[in-house]
């Protein structure tokens, strides 16, 4: 979405006369990150006025700059919402597998179906074992998501640091 509102922004202020000018604001994020932002972004917000790029005369390369790190800016944010997403996702998973491993646990029934010799829990502990494989390897495809989205976005902060 923010991807959207940004080329949108783009549209309308490359139609605008020359002289058209976007408020943004220009924040320092969690992690020491440069964050560009419509509306003030926290305490250290600092309001900047930058000239809409005029396509009849061109840019310059501190306005091309500018709304480069704007759209960098967006596209990390973005980013770190799908992070949250897919940890709000493991933390489901988790607790998905603590309830099904306690009803597996409470059902009286497997107890018959233990090996002879072999204690009600010591039989049910390969049932436990499946489940709980199950999960894990759900929750570690969710993990290595993440750890691809943050590959991304070093990669992002890089590029950023070079210019």
Known sequence: ??????????ILAATQQASAQTRI????????????????CGDNAVE???????????????ERA??????????????????SRHENRISELQKAREIDMQRLREKGDYGSNS??????????????????SGYQKRIDAEQKKIEQ????IDALNRGSERR
Do not use: H
């Open 1 to 10: 979405m923010p991807k959207i509102v940004c080329l949108l922004a783009l």
């Open 25 to 40: 604001f220009k924040c320092t994020g969690e992690q020491g990150q440069t964050v560009f932002s419509q509306q003030p």
């Open 48 to 62: 900047t006025t930058v000239r809409s790029p005029d396509t009849s005369t061109g840019t310059t390369d501190e």
């Open 66 to 83: 500018t709304w480069r790190r704007v759209a960098e800016s967006n596209e990390v944010r973005e980013l770190r919402r799908e992070i």
């Open 115 to 132: 090996p002879p010799g072999k204690t009600y829990e010591e039989g049910l502990q390969p049932q436990l074992d499946a489940l709980d």
């Open 149 to 152: 989205i943050n590959a991304q």
